[in-house]
């Protein structure tokens, strides 16, 4: 899952660009459930297991996609540092 055998440019960069992303909407959901825990203290409403259910899912995509993404990231940072020759 870390492209570790992959040294190809146009593979690894739309690769990194959907593990960026798809980080980037794991914390928008991380977000949206902090909020919801907010509004429930408010209202004094009390989740069900479904709530805490979806909350250890997030919790485990973010652990997931976070250590790939750094392991890319470490693998493949010649394709990203490589300066391209001027013209």
Known sequence: MTLK????????????????LAFIFELFLAGLFIF?????HIYGYAPGGQYYIT???L???IMI??????ATLKGHKNIFLKKKPRS
């Not at 055998?5 to 960026?20: A, G, K, N, T």
């Not at 996609?65 to 750094?70: A, D, N, S, Y």
Request: net charge negative; no cysteine.
């Open 36 to 40: 919801s825990i907010h509004l429930f």
């Open 5 to 20: 055998h992959v040294s190809h440019p146009e593979i690894i960069i739309p690769y990194m660009l959907f593990f960026i």
């Open 55 to 57: 909350a250890t899912i």
């Open 65 to 70: 996609t976070v250590p790939l993404l750094i």
């Open 59 to 61: 919790a485990a995509m």
